[in-house]
């Protein structure tokens, strides 16, 4: 069994992320399509018999387009949200800077939370909590199972798997939008990581090969 992740598509990045309700952007639709595309091409060799994904809209709109391909249902989970940046979820940039001056993700001290959100520590122990059980909960299943995330959340696992200590300072390993991550459960090891070249360059590009 292996458990695939995949980050969400392109999201409007003229806003916060964390837990925004705000969903795909045109090019972060076009981009999901290209990946449902690309897995139901492959699904011998992806082999996905259960989707799990964030239950916030970008994860979820991203997961969509897979499982009508392969003909699957989608389960959600709250505890693989990103991190939960409280009052500036969704708010835009500009809003953020003149409310919130100097505050990100990589300013705060790791027991110091986001207004109404958490901290980088409670993030962590989040997905680590989530991610150890759902590793056992799993152990010896047939199939494998398709998990879409967010970045942050990914990031995080890598750093479970391979073993390094994790901080809001960390190095990021990279997961572009609609990246694939395959991992091996019981080996503990990425076996794919971030798989991106089944995406166009632009979003005109799938576009005409819809048409």
Known sequence: MKLIFVRHGKDDERFRGGWSERDLT?????????LAAHIREN?????????????????????????????????????????????????????ALERYPGLFFGSLGMDESYPGGESP????LRIKE???????????????????????????????????EWSNQSRAFKAGNCSIHILNPEEMEFEVENRTDF?????EDFQIQES
Not at 56 to 78: F, H, N, S
Not at 121 to 124: I, M
Not at 136 to 149: D, F, K, R
Not at 199 to 203: F, G, K, P
Request: a negative charge; aromatic letters at 8%.
């Open 43 to 95: 699904a011998g060799e992806y082999g996905i018999v259960r989707i799990l994904a964030s239950d916030l809209p970008r994860a979820v709109t991203t997961a969509k387009y897979v499982a009508e391909a392969l003909g699957l249902e989608i389960r959600t989970e709250q505890r693989i949200r990103e991190m939960n940046n409280g009052e500036l979820a969704g708010m835009s940039n500009e809003i």
């Open 199 to 203: 995406l166009s360059a632009r979003v």
């Open 121 to 124: 520590r409670a993030f962590f």
């Open 26 to 34: 045109e090019e972060g639709i076009a981009q999901a399509k290209q």
């Open 130 to 164: 989530w991610f150890l059980e759902f590793c056992a909960a799993c152990s010896g299943g047939e199939g494998n199972i398709l998990i879409v995330t967010h970045g942050g959340v990914i990031n995080v696992i890598y750093h479970l798997v391979k073993g390094l």
